[in-house]
């Protein structure tokens, strides 16, 4: 069972149904696999070229064999090569693990694979039978709660969410024309990726990010790598208790998802007093569609029953959301297979 590229995940469609159920229950251990190579930096120790699994492992601090056996494991899914014997090299699945491209996906790998996310995973069954966070259960405490007192987990945290705001949710943008936007805020848009996505090309943009003391302090380092930092600014305050005033385009990237409906209305309130009048507001999350359809909205829907207390709605159920908070959809732009999430923009009602 191999698929063009040697690759034996994920499962072909032609494997009988046990084979095909018995990858997807390895499918935690594919991602601990990936994640441990991007904690090693494996790819960006590939990036000149293949080079011996000895070098590899004497580069990244690891044992050469295990070092070798872990790399072998990820071939077979289609995440580096053997191009010859213990000699490893890079696949475009693999350079997206490097910390030097614009598509990079390895912070994104090293949190999502890391310890933490891990211990909540294990008390899905909690959220199933209770309807409650996994996450308060395995940690204690809320993830946002939890994020405040451990620096270093909201640090990656925060970066991984960059790769996505460079990736995913800067796909969404490609096609949505913002020229004609002044001020740009960014509600609960942690160290400012996306704003750095966005500003270049839009040369007579401002722009505000808007997130938790301890999240926008990064912001400054990004705005400048990004070269934007005369045109942006990181306001620390609290989504569900105000937003800054005057944006003609308020942005919630990833965000509603993770509320309740009567916290979710809040922050759009909030927005909606702060706008200018003729503003809009441009959710950026997948919208789940009814029926047996395949879609990441409703892996991503699991995702935030095990970390928060929201989940991924559908088009009647954002409808019935924004009305609750005096405003109408205006528009949907459904961007899935292209990128996993979709853009909907509303105004004042």
Do not use: C
């Amino acid at each position: 069972m191999t698929t063009t590229t040697g690759a034996v995940l994920p499962h072909s469609a032609e494997a009988p149904p046990a084979m095909q159920m018995m990858e997807m229950l390895y499918g935690s251990l594919a991602t601990q696999m990936i994640s441990v190579a991007a904690e090693f930096g494996i790819a960006d120790l590939l990036a000149d070229g293949p080079r011996p699994v000895e070098e590899l492992a004497a580069k990244a601090g690891t044992d050469a064999t295990a070092l070798l056996r872990l790399l072998r494991g990820l071939t077979g899914l289609g995440v580096f090569t053997e191009s010859s014997t213990r000699v490893f090299g890079l696949t475009p699945l693999a350079s997206t693990l490097r910390s030097d491209v614009p598509d990079s996906m390895r912070n994104l790998a090293r949190d999502v694979g890391g310890q933490t996310r891990h211990r909540a995973y294990t008390e899905l069954a909690h959220s199933v039978r209770t309807g409650k966070p996994a996450f308060d259960k395995a940690l204690g405490m809320g993830m946002w709660e939890y994020l405040k007192t451990h620096p270093d987990e909201a640090a990656l945290f925060g970066s991984a969410m960059g790769n996505l705001a460079a990736q995913a949710h800067a796909i969404a943008f490609s096609d949505y024309d913002l020229s004609g936007t002044r001020r740009l805020v960014d509600m609960g848009g942690g160290e400012g990726y996306l704003i750095a996505t966005i500003l270049p090309r839009y040369p007579q943009m401002r722009a505000v990010v808007f997130d938790e003391p301890y999240v926008v302090k990064g912001a400054d380092r990004v705005f400048a790598q990004a070269g934007v930092a005369d045109r942006a600014e990181a306001v620390a305050g609290n989504v569900f208790t105000s937003a800054p005033p005057g944006g003609d385009a308020y942005v919630l990237s990833s965000i509603l998802f993770s509320y309740e409906d009567v916290e979710a209305r809040t922050i759009l309130s909030n927005i909606r007093q702060a706008m200018d009048p003729g503003g809009k507001i441009l959710v950026l999350e997948p919208i789940r569609p009814e029926g047996d359809i395949s879609h990441p909205g409703k892996l991503l829907d699991v995702v935030q029953l095990a970390l928060h207390k929201g989940g991924v709605r559908s088009e009647a159920e954002f409808a019935a959301l924004f009305e609750s908070a005096g405003l109408r959809i205006d528009e949907i732009r459904k961007m899935w297979p292209a990128g996993p999430t979709d853009l909907i923009t509303a105004v004042a009602a």
